[in-house]
């Protein structure tokens, strides 16, 4: 099975710009979770989505916002970037629930200059 | 929020010796997780322990959980350089669909 895939690996922008970030998770599995990670902050929950539905969301402005399609495919899109966006964002996804066992793609690493 | 809370923040030890790595929460927990993570990239679940259990075991990994002081460690025995990495404890949100994560230990483990 193919593990979780994130797309692109590294992105470059600039403030004032949108982001769209892509993660295809594991095959069978339809709870996709996003995380923000920086040296500072360590992990923070984005939000969390199953069968298209947004079902828990973390403490970020309304700027980070996210979507599942039918196939489980996400997507997370940052719009007005701004210096503290920069972090690699994760991608995770399990069968049901992300209180089970989680896995991760290779995250997106977002420098925004 | 996190809450977990891994300590210690960074671990040097050399191959051969044991890591032990400890985990502090808040609040009641269904399930801690333990997780590892090479620098930048995604992290790999190493092993999951349930509220009810005390004790478990995964090839060199060794968790513990203890409920009445809301921690939890993580013991890697015979440590090898290939374990250098920063490994972190999750445990569930109320609202079972998160993970709340601690900022994590860096182990170095030098040959």
């Known amino acids: 099975k193919a593990g979780v895939t994130q797309t692109p690996r590294y992105l470059i922008k600039t403030r004032g710009q949108q982001v769209t970030l892509s993660c295809s998770p594991i095959?069978?599995?339809?709870?996709v979770s996003w995380y923000q990670q920086t040296p500072g902050q360590g992990l923070q929950f984005l939000f969390e989505?199953?069968?298209?539905?947004?079902?828990n969301k973390g403490n970020f402005p309304g700027r980070f916002s996210g979507r599942q399609f039918s196939n489980s495919r996400s997507e997370m899109n940052v719009s007005t970037l701004e210096l503290g966006d920069s972090a690699l964002y994760l991608c995770?996804?399990?069968?049901?629930?992300?209180?089970?066992?989680?896995?991760f793609g290779s995250g997106t690493q977002l420098s925004v200059l | 929020s996190q809450q977990g809370e891994e300590d210690p923040q960074a671990l040097s030890i050399q191959e051969g010796e044991n890591a032990t790595m400890n985990c502090s929460y808040k609040?009641?927990?269904?399930?801690l997780q333990w997780y590892r993570q090479n620098s930048g990239r995604g992290l790999v679940h190493l092993i999951l322990?349930?509220?009810?259990?005390r004790e478990k075991h995964s090839g060199r990994l060794r968790v513990t959980l203890d409920t009445s002081k809301k921690s939890s460690s993580l013991l890697i025995t015979a440590s090898r350089a290939a374990d250098t990495a920063s490994y972190f404890c999750?445990?569930?949100?109320?609202?079972?669909?998160?993970?709340?994560f601690g900022k994590g230990t860096s182990l170095l483990v030098t040959p």
């Open positions: 995770a996804s399990s069968l049901t629930a992300p209180n089970e066992k989680l896995f």
């Open positions: 095959s069978g599995h339809r709870s």
């Open positions: 989505y199953f069968s298209e539905t947004q079902r």
């Open positions: 609040t009641s927990i269904n399930n």
């Open positions: 322990i349930r509220s009810n259990e």
């Open positions: 999750a445990t569930n949100s109320n609202s079972g669909y998160a993970l709340n």
